[in-house]
């Protein structure tokens, strides 16, 4: 792990656990799970569908409380408490009935504290990061007008421009085709690498892990535990072309030939079921 020692993590989880019940079957979907990402660290989370990524991130947002373990963030105790993350979920989340630059700002209004801040000047700088993005002829538009790879980039900017210091980034490229989603990829690492928020990225693709992460913890299927912890070892900023160096390609076969183990073991228990 590449945490400086002496600094509070922005965030650590520590042997969280939880599980759903219904009437009839308990569900445990994570085992655990002990994690941290360190100040201005960009931390994936790679697993199968269904394994509970989504879940750790509603109790990283206190929307679920663990059934044991604990989450930290900056070394404060947050198990449970709500407003302290910025959060881009799996769904494009944009309201309709706002403009592309009413959405953006929406993250300052929800935070706590606010109501109070310099609202001309964060539209000032909303307009900026938008223009910077190539949206800003869009500001004023409905998000009905806009792409699905634009939509994303606007939902990005909200929770970059949000004031909570964690970003969580639940799978934001997945409904996006392939080509929108390898532009979005270094479009989210060059604003990434010039901006260094504490990050923790959700993906299931091993390439998207590898391309922008210093860390990516690699989780089992349900109920969810860390499999392997691997450090990315590529310098920043990181070149385009690195998806073609032999290292990089190396390290992604190993994290398939991991992922495929993984898979192969619950279709053993499970008879092929997924999800
Ligand atoms: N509030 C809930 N109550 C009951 N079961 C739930 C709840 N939330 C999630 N689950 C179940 O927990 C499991 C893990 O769901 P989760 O959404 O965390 O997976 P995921 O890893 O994010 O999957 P995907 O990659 O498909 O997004 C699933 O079986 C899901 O049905
Ligand atoms: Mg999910």
């Given at each position: 792990?590449?945490?400086?020692?002496?600094?509070?993590?922005?965030?650590?989880?520590?042997?969280?656990?939880?599980?759903?019940?219904?009437?009839?079957?308990?569900?445990?979907?994570?085992?655990?799970?002990?994690?941290?990402?360190?100040?201005?660290?960009?931390?994936?989370?790679?697993?199968?569908?269904?394994?509970?990524?989504?879940?750790?991130?509603?109790?990283?947002?206190?929307?679920?409380?663990?059934?044991?373990?604990?989450?930290?963030?900056?070394?404060?105790?947050?198990?449970?408490?709500?407003?302290?993350?910025?959060?881009?979920?799996?769904?494009?989340?944009?309201?309709?009935?706002?403009?592309?630059?009413?959405?953006?700002?929406?993250?300052?209004?929800?935070?706590?504290?606010?109501?109070?801040?310099?609202?001309?000047?964060?539209?000032?700088?909303?307009?900026?990061?938008?223009?910077?993005?190539?949206?800003?002829?869009?500001?004023?538009?409905?998000?009905?007008?806009?792409?699905g790879g634009?939509?994303?980039?606007?939902?990005?900017?909200?929770?970059?421009?949000?004031?909570?210091?964690?970003?969580?980034?639940?799978?934001?490229?997945?409904a996006l085709d392939e080509l929108t989603r390898?532009?979005?990829?270094?479009?989210?690492?060059?604003?990434?690498?010039?901006?260094?928020?504490?990050?923790?990225?959700?993906?299931?693709?091993?390439?998207?892990?590898?391309?922008?992460?210093?860390?990516?913890?690699?989780?089992?299927?349900?109920?969810?535990?860390?499999?392997?912890?691997?450090?990315?070892?590529?310098?920043?900023?990181?070149?385009?072309?690195?998806?073609?160096?032999?290292?990089?390609?190396?390290?992604?076969?190993?994290?398939?030939?991991?992922?495929?183990?993984?898979?192969?073991?619950?279709?053993?228990?499970?008879?092929?079921?997924?999800?």
């Open positions: 792990m590449s945490l400086n020692t002496g600094e509070e993590a922005a965030l650590k989880a520590e042997q969280v656990s939880i599980t759903f019940q219904d009437r009839k079957k308990r569900l445990p979907v994570l085992q655990d799970i002990s994690l941290a990402v360190g100040q201005g660290e960009f931390v994936s989370l790679l697993g199968p569908s269904g394994s509970g990524k989504s879940t750790l991130f509603h109790l990283i947002g206190g929307l679920l409380t663990p059934a044991q373990g604990r989450i930290y963030m900056n070394g404060e105790d947050v198990t449970g408490m709500r407003g302290r993350i910025s959060y881009m979920p799996q769904q494009p989340a944009l309201f309709p009935w706002l403009t592309t630059l009413d959405n953006v700002l929406l993250g300052q209004e929800n935070a706590p504290g606010s109501g109070t801040g310099p609202r001309r000047e964060a539209r000032t700088e909303a307009r900026h990061w938008l223009d910077e993005v190539g949206l800003g002829k869009f500001a004023d538009a409905y998000p009905h007008m806009l792409s634009m939509q994303q980039r606007a939902a990005f900017l909200r929770a970059m421009l949000s004031p909570q210091e964690l970003m969580l980034l639940d799978e934001p490229f997945s390898s532009d979005m990829q270094q479009w989210l690492l060059h604003m990434w690498e010039r901006n260094r928020r504490s990050v923790l990225f959700i993906t299931h693709s091993i390439e998207e892990a590898l391309l922008l992460s210093d860390r990516i913890y690699v989780l089992s299927a349900r109920p969810a535990s860390i499999l392997q912890v691997v450090d990315v070892p590529f310098a920043r900023p990181r070149r385009e072309e690195i998806t073609t160096d032999k290292e990089f390609v190396e390290l992604k076969r190993e994290l398939s030939r991991w992922m495929r183990e993984e898979k192969a073991k619950k279709s053993a228990v499970w008879g092929g079921d997924s999800a």
